[in-house]
């Protein structure tokens, strides 16, 4: 590895360094209080709206809410999204549960039982910036978000 | 399956299969007000929690905004202590807005929803008048121009035919007629061919001129107007039109139908009269025929930001007038948190 690569590495390490990455062991509803606390603080020190830390506390919720109640235990993480002329959050909600049979469906209103009211994972889609789901049967569920402080070009949600 | 997830609270299960008036208790005063109350006194996190899930719940059991803000505010006013400082008050004040901003979160990502669902149906509204464009196209252009040419021929044969032949031949001419009215009559139905071709002032001249041959009905067209407006605009007044002849038509046993085109300042304005049976305002109360034409004259007016007025008691006619603003005004979009 060149050098002047692994000095920027090293670089970006120590800027980024008091607010890293953060998990929290997802099992019970006291842990989603964690790692709701863990994201709001991250939003916070990055510079997110009163709103925008709300919305981002939210989509935590909802996707650890789906951990405890489908695949009992799961691990939720938040950490400094970079992109060449913003930065985010990213929160990546992973578990090893029972999975999605058609991933592509649950992300879709009227699918949920909330009877698509908007809720659930379709209601994280739209308060995100990016949203990708992976998941399988008995291959576990990995939902990761990034929400951006200016969201950049091209990159803004349709509609 | 791990698509949705319900609040861990206990009455959410009814909420979701209870009628409206069962669920509007879902979400009880007093377990928002004791949540407040808790937020307002120890830990930040729980509180907020807990707010969103009820504000989920709320969502969920279909609690209306406004009811939910006027029971923070009452909540509030009960848990606000009287013997604390004004700092200390401020604190618990902000404590209980960023409780509130909390417990409305659900309903920001339903109206998000809404917002993604609105714009899709604008989407497939788009769609499908652009199919019913496509379609229109073909039957006027394409089994138009066949029919067209196979009545010329028609007539062609006409003069070389023995004379006994010639009422087989006027049988033959008459049935291509019909056909020829039907296919019009159907394309103009999915979509108003003639408006891109001729524009709105022409394409209602033969609208009407058409009504006049084929029906007992006298009808005329008066038309004062020059410069021709948007095509929303003439897409809508012209449907509106159609509607409002149909009526005439079919329903207020009229010897007279008259449409006038005039513009009055920035408004194009169209009036369709008859000298029928009035009584509309009583019909288009019933859910008949006539009600329904009345509301879609309507709906497509409101579209383009235009208005309906109707004038029809009882024994004197029916006079529809359509007014359609001819300068464009942008109505203010609403932007979201950003």
Request: one cysteine or more; a positive charge.
């Amino acid at each position: 590895m060149p050098p002047t690569h692994s000095r920027l590495r090293r670089s970006r390490r120590t800027s980024t360094r008091h607010h890293a990455s953060r998990l929290a062991v997802i099992r019970t509803d006291v842990d989603i209080l964690t790692a709701r606390e863990q994201g709001r603080a991250l939003a916070t020190a990055l510079g997110f709206s009163p709103a925008d830390r709300v919305l981002v506390a939210t989509a935590i919720s909802e996707l650890a809410n789906n951990i405890v109640r489908y695949a009992k235990r799961g691990v939720i993480a938040v950490r400094v999204a970079q992109h060449p002329r913003t930065k985010g959050i990213t929160v990546v909600a992973s578990d090893d549960g029972p999975g999605i049979e058609n991933p592509g469906l649950a992300v879709r209103d009227g699918y949920s039982t909330s009877g698509g009211l908007g809720l659930g994972l379709p209601g994280v889609r739209r308060l995100m910036d990016e949203f990708h789901l992976e998941s399988g049967l008995d291959a576990g569920t990995t939902v990761t978000v990034t929400k951006w402080l200016t969201p950049p070009d091209g990159l803004e949600r349709a509609g | 399956m791990h698509a949705e997830l319900n609040p861990v609270m206990k009455s959410s299960r009814r909420a979701e299969r209870g009628p409206a008036t069962d669920v509007a208790a879902t979400v009880t005063d007093g377990d928002y007000a004791a949540a407040l109350r808790l937020n307002l006194s120890s830990g930040r996190e729980p509180g907020l929690g807990s707010a969103y899930l009820l504000g989920r719940s709320a969502v969920n059991a279909h609690r209306g905004l406004i009811d939910l803000v006027l029971l923070h505010h009452a909540a509030l006013a009960a848990a606000l202590p009287t013997d604390v400082s004004d700092e200390e008050r401020r604190k618990l004040i902000g404590a209980a807005g960023d409780f509130l901003a909390e417990s409305l979160s659900p309903y920001e990502m339903a109206y998000r929803g809404f917002l993604e669902a609105n714009a899709a149906l604008v989407g497939v509204n788009a769609t499908l008048e652009g199919e019913a464009r496509r379609v229109a196209r073909l039957l006027h252009d394409g089994a138009g121009q066949i029919l067209f040419a196979l009545q010329l021929a028609l007539t062609e044969l006409d003069r070389a035919l023995p004379a006994h032949l010639a009422p087989i031949l006027a049988e033959i001419r008459g049935l291509t007629q019909q056909l020829d009215d039907q296919l019009h009559c159907h394309s103009r139905e999915l979509y108003p061919v003639v408006l891109e071709d001729l524009g709105l002032f022409s394409a209602l001249r033969q609208l009407v001129e058409g009504l006049d041959r084929r029906s007992r009905v006298v009808c005329s067209f008066e038309c004062g107007v020059s410069d021709r407006p948007r095509a929303e605009i003439e897409f809508a007044v012209y449907r509106a039109v159609q509607e409002a002849l149909t009526n005439a038509m079919k329903h207020a046993r009229a010897h007279h139908v008259c449409v006038r085109l005039s513009r009055e300042r920035d408004w194009l304005q169209c009036s369709v009269a008859d000298d029928g049976i009035g009584g509309v305002a009583e019909l288009s109360a019933r859910p008949t025929r006539t009600g329904l034409g009345l509301t879609s004259i309507r709906e497509r007016m409101k579209l383009v930001g235009g208005t309906v007025e109707i004038r029809s008691a009882k024994g004197q006619g029916t006079e529809i007038v359509l007014r359609a603003p001819l300068v464009e005004t942008r109505t203010p979009q609403f932007r979201g948190t950003r």
